[in-house]
């Protein structure tokens, strides 16, 4: 193995650097040649700002995800967990893309439906492979396995779908994901053990795409980097040991997406009316009701995530 190989000459901040730079131009390059299976955007006359997105490459999230498990295969010693992580991560991805490259989005309980079997997955897998016990103010509790089991269904498929619907501004949902999965790298470091580097290589990725994604950018990473990157996210908390700490290194994102999510579900399915002055996502709200630039957007909710994440660290 690769990583077998450059540790008997490197230490591991050497191998993480070069891992990161690696991935940066990989995906970079890859990302620069806007291959033409890609599909275009067209527009979205529902969202602030929607039309001008109209034939951008969209859909990018194949790329640098498929970028980001190379690197991992290649600099990241594997285990039999791991393994399986990059496959549903792998499948989530090409669950978005497929909805990116479809003439007809899909159905909301088709994806839902998706989310829910591969949460399933992923938490079978985790509870096999690691203790119940999380940490929670402070203290030590080992939940039940039905508890875990539900929490962290829960958690995933939340995240899958705050993350998706953050990515409505040029840099915001890349932008938040970097801070959140940097924060839970290094706050955790020590329980995340191998899983801090993939989140390292992540961020790296994530680097290379907002090169092209920053306002006004060229290319979107569609539901295959959204959906991808949500997913990532919640398995960094519960590596870490902290699964609650997702609630506030991902505040922003909660807020932002999942307040539409919320507002959504308790029309449909309790026909209870809330927030009828509030625009959904937070991020429309903002632009349409206050005033804020796209590039105001962004700056602002990532101070907003790191000052949250510096909070969260010295409390």
């Not at 390292?200 to 950018?217: E, G, H």
């Amino acid at each position: 193995m690769l990583y077998d190989f450059m540790i008997s000459f490197m230490t591991p901040a050497q191998v993480a650097a070069l891992a990161m730079i690696v991935t940066v131009l990989l995906s970079f390059f890859t990302l620069g040649r806007r291959f033409s299976f890609l599909p275009r955007d067209k527009g979205r006359d529902f969202a602030i700002n929607g039309a001008l997105s109209k034939g951008k490459i969209r859909g990018v999230g194949l790329i640098f995800v498929i970028d980001f498990i190379l690197a991992v295969v290649l600099f990241v010693p594997l285990s039999v967990e791991l393994i399986i992580y990059l496959i549903l991560i792998f499948l989530i991805m090409l669950s978005g893309y497929l909805d990116d490259a479809a003439e007809k989005p899909w159905n909301e309980y088709k994806k839902g439906l998706i989310d829910l079997v591969l949460s399933i997955l992923t938490m079978v897998t985790f509870l096999s492979q690691n203790s119940r016990e999380v940490s929670f103010a402070g203290f030590g509790i080992t939940l039940p396995y039905p508890v875990y089991f539900i929490l962290g269904v829960a958690l995933i498929w939340v995240a899958i779908n705050v993350t998706n619907c953050s990515d409505g501004v040029d840099g915001l949902c890349g932008s938040l994901s970097m801070v959140t999965i940097m924060s839970f790298a290094l706050l955790f470091s020590e329980n995340l053990g191998s899983m801090g580097m993939t989140a390292r290589i992540m961020c790296a990725a994530l680097l290379a795409y907002l090169y092209f994604n920053c306002s006004p950018s060229s290319m979107l990473m569609g539901d295959a980097g959204s959906r991808a990157l949500g997913f990532f996210i919640a398995i960094l908390a519960m590596k870490s040991g902290h699964p609650f700490a997702y609630l506030i290194l991902s505040i922003v994102l909660i807020i932002d997406g999942g307040l539409g999510l919320l507002k959504v579900s308790l029309i449909r399915f309790c026909k209870i009316h809330i927030m009828n002055n509030i625009r959904t996502p937070i991020h429309d709200h903002v632009r349409k009701n206050m005033g804020w630039s796209d590039t105001q957007v962004v700056i602002r909710f990532v101070i907003m995530q790191i000052i949250a994440s510096i909070l969260f660290a010295v409390a």
